[in-house]
């Protein structure tokens, strides 16, 4: 294929509910939205998952575009492909920014998909005609009202829940939530809050059974992970430190974690999460697919993703309605009794609602 067309858009969508975490409290989502046509017009869409400031990584919306606009997007214009994992090898001389990589290369899959009359979760060897949700829950006023949010995912049939925690909203906030809710699979994310300093405070988690306590230490940290899952039983999870397959293979190799999370965004697209997917499957490393608070665009990669063998472990691909009154796609993301049925359709299976996208839209560019 080559591409002939990409198109940016600024989007800008309200949040139903404010979602606060140890870096911050969001009320809108602020994203790049893109469109790469092919030689025949068909429309590839690709979501940048950056925030539209630097809290979860050094990417924000602003450099994504930049670096679409001025080096990624004229890399691969009217480039011969004959396979989205030859996208990184187009980008291989820009460093980093998997942000902004991972945009255009969604796009590309999805294409790459429609092109074969298959759909994204096949193209990428994805088995699974249904896939196991959970729920990501951020910091609350207080422990009352993450008690209520917590009873309502458990009633719409969610099979995890993920609670934020930060110091001083976490042993004790728990420790009531496992009170209430002795039997429902259950995490802590940190977001990188603590430090060894903290390793008591770390170490008190271990009486209330968790899946995992995610990101617990630095954002670029493997070695203190390490030191920090032989103290405690809990099973460490890493997110912000894993950008490549190089940073899981060598956490895998110190010990730094018995889980990892795989985020398209952070590792720089669907071929590099396979590569990890497949590297942690070798070694008994279970995955589970972590959100950023996606659109419809986004939502859909997580799920045909979270179809390979080893995401064995609910994600955070929630339905749409749990974070927007009206999504950018038909049909919306749906969850029932904690699954989300995988569409079979060839692409992304979800039709982009352009009349919602462009209802949506703050800045729109073209280059051909």
Same mark, same amino acid.
């Given at each position: ?82 396979? &989205? ?149 809990? &099973? ?15 956490? =895998? ?31 008994? =490393? ?59 359709? &060839?692409? =992304? ?12 839209? =703050? ?6």
């Amino acid at each position: 294929m080559k591409i002939k067309e990409v198109t940016l858009r600024h989007l800008q969508m309200k949040l139903k509910f404010p979602f606060t975490t140890s870096f911050g409290t969001f009320q809108d989502r602020d994203f790049i939205l893109l469109e790469a046509k092919d030689e025949n017009g068909r429309s590839g869409w690709g979501e940048s998952v950056a925030f539209h400031s630097p809290w979860y990584s050094e990417e924000t919306m602003k450099t994504n575009w930049h670096m679409l606009e001025d080096y990624l997007i004229p890399a691969l214009l009217n480039q011969e492909i004959t396979h &989205p994992d030859e996208v990184s090898e187009v980008f291989s001389n820009i460093r980093k920014n998997n942000m902004a990589k991972s945009t255009i290369e969604g796009a590309v899959w999805d294409l790459y998909s429609q092109q074969k009359g298959v759909s994204l979760a096949s193209a990428l060897g994805g088995k699974k005609s249904k896939i196991e949700v959970g729920i990501s829950i951020g910091i609350q006023e207080t422990a009352s009202d993450l008690l209520r949010i917590i009873e309502k995912h458990v009633e719409d049939g969610y099979k995890r829940m993920k609670v934020k925690i930060k110091p001083g909203w976490d042993v004790d906030v728990m420790r009531e939530v496992r009170k209430e809710f002795p039997d429902v699979p259950l995490m802590a994310d940190a977001n990188s809050a603590y430090t060894l300093k903290d390793i008591d405070t770390l170490k008190a988690l271990d009486e209330f059974d968790l899946m995992m306590v995610e990101q617990p230490l630095a954002s670029d940290d493997i070695i203190d992970h390490a030191k920090l899952q032989q103290a405690i039983t809990t &099973p460490v999870c890493l997110d912000e430190s894993i950008h490549s397959y190089e940073d899981a293979r060598k956490a =895998i190799e110190l010990g730094s974690c018995r889980i990892i999370n795989i985020k398209i965004g952070r590792v720089g697209g669907l071929s590099e999460s396979k590569r990890i997917h497949d590297l942690c499957e070798s070694h008994d =490393i279970p995955v589970w697919c972590g959100g950023m608070l996606e659109s419809g665009i986004g939502r859909a990669h997580n799920v045909a993703l979270t179809t390979l063998s080893n995401f064995t472990m609910p994600g955070d691909t929630a339905a749409s309605s749990r974070y927007w009154e009206k999504d950018i796609i038909t049909p919306e993301v749906t969850v029932t009794d904690g699954y989300i049925t995988v569409p079979d359709q &060839p692409g =992304i299976g979800y039709e982009p609602d352009v009349e919602a996208i462009e209802g949506f839209t =703050i800045e729109k560019k073209t280059f051909r």
